[in-house]
């Protein structure tokens, strides 16, 4: 059965950074696009960056442009965001995401993945 666990989490200062992991276990995901959502206290889940099979092409919400860093290890199937200028409003439970379709499209929607982790806690303080 298809797994993903994500790691890296915790409390940071404004300013600092922290890189979320996500490991997945049980299938491969290496043919497919997978993404980073998170959902603050009181908020919907929403989108952060995702990025295609290969690599090759990533997309990022505006909020997080030029701050944060999706990228992925095929050869470990994981997952990474690198975060950082962390500011207060990027508090909240960050999940890895996987679609089950092997397409080069990077989708924003929550309903067009698939596969999701348990979540991370981030917690940014000021």
């Known amino acids: 059965q298809a797994q993903l666990v994500e790691s890296g989490g915790g409390s940071v200062q404004a300013g600092g950074s922290l890189t979320l992991s996500c490991a997945a276990s049980g299938r491969t995901f290496n043919n497919n696009p997978m993404a980073w959502f998170r959902r603050a206290p009181g908020k919907e889940r929403e989108f952060v960056a995702a990025?295609?099979?290969?690599?090759?092409?990533?997309r990022y919400d505006d909020s997080v442009k030029g701050r944060f860093t999706i990228s992925r290890d095929n050869a470990k199937n994981t997952l990474s965001l690198e975060m950082n200028e962390l500011k207060l409003e990027d508090t909240g439970v960050y999940y890895c995401?996987?679609?089950?379709?092997?397409?080069?499209?990077?989708?924003?929607?929550?309903?067009?993945?698939?596969?999701w982790g348990q979540g991370t806690q981030v917690t940014v303080s000021s």
């Open positions: 990025i295609t099979s290969n690599a090759a092409r990533a």
């Open positions: 995401a996987a679609r089950s379709v092997e397409i080069g499209v990077l989708t924003t929607e929550v309903n067009t993945y698939d596969y």
